[in-house]
Antibody, heavy 116, light 112 residues
Framework: QVQLVQSGAEVTKPGASVKVSCKAS????????VNWVRQAPGQGLEWVGR????????DYAQKFQGGVTMTRDTSISTAYMELGSLRSDDTAVYYC?????????WGQGTLVTVSS | DIVMTQTPLSSPVTLGQPASISCRSS???????????LTWLQQRPGQPPRLLIY???NRFSGVPDRFSGSGAGTDFTLKISRVEAEDVGIYFC?????????FGQGTKVEIK
């Protein structure tokens, strides 16, 4: 079955960077975009961007352009999202998610806490 | 971007009674492939979002049949026929018809 397993929680300081991973299994990794979605504490869901695992091409929401980089390693079916120049308001749970024939599959989420 | 608007934002419900959530999109969600990529997600406290309904009215594997989705074009509805205690949480509609994905604000379902 489709599974997306994310890396563990991160605590980091303002101005630092963090890299979150999303390991895929149960489907053809290169066949479907991997999307990243952010949820700040007590808030709704916000699309961050996506990567085409086949070509490596990326699309980012305008709000996150310049602060996020998405990559992938097809040899281990893993997508990555690196967040740079972090601020306290980047504290959130970050989810990876894919859409396969209309059905969405979500990772378990990675809490990134930015605090001095 | 397509704007998704949910109503109500809060829904106190008596156990065993029905609940209904509406979702309206700022543009038609009919994709050029003929599908309408409107999804309903459930998020229980402290949990990641869980897929309930995809393509307007298709229940995902393992979702109880008390959940149903309907609608077309720009107006969609999620119904819970008889609310159970485990249904407490926040429900989001989202669209994947047009890039980028966009989400409704969320509707909090709680027991009266």
């Amino acid at each position: 079955q489709v599974q997306l397993v994310q890396s563990g929680a991160e605590v980091t300081k303002p101005g630092a960077s963090v890299k979150v991973s999303c390991k895929a299994s149960g489907y053809t990794f290169t066949g479907y975009y991997v999307n990243w979605v952010r949820q700040a504490p007590g808030q709704g869901l916000e699309w961050v961007g996506r990567i085409n695992p086949d070509s490596g091409g990326t699309d980012y929401a305008q709000k996150f352009q310049g602060g996020v980089t998405m990559t992938r390693d097809t040899s281990i079916s893993t997508a990555y999202m690196e967040l740079g120049s972090l601020r306290s308001d980047d504290t959130a749970v970050y989810y990876c998610a894919i859409l396969v024939e209309g059905r969405q599959y979500w990772g378990q989420g990675t809490l990134v806490t930015v605090s001095s | 971007d397509i704007v998704m608007t949910q109503t109500p934002l809060s829904s106190p419900v008596t156990l065993g009674q029905p609940a209904s959530i509406s979702c309206r999109s700022s543009q038609s969600l009919v994709h050029r492939d003929g599908n309408t990529h409107l999804t309903w997600l459930q998020q229980r406290p402290g949990q990641p979002p869980r897929l309930l309904i995809y393509k307007v009215s298709n229940r995902f594997s393992g979702v109880p049949d008390r959940f149903s989705g309907s609608g077309a074009g720009t107006d969609f509805t999620l119904k819970i026929s008889r609310v159970e205690a485990e249904d407490v949480g926040i429900y989001f509609c989202m669209q994947a018809t047009q890039f980028p994905w966009t989400f409704g604000q969320g509707t909090k379902v709680e027991i009266k």
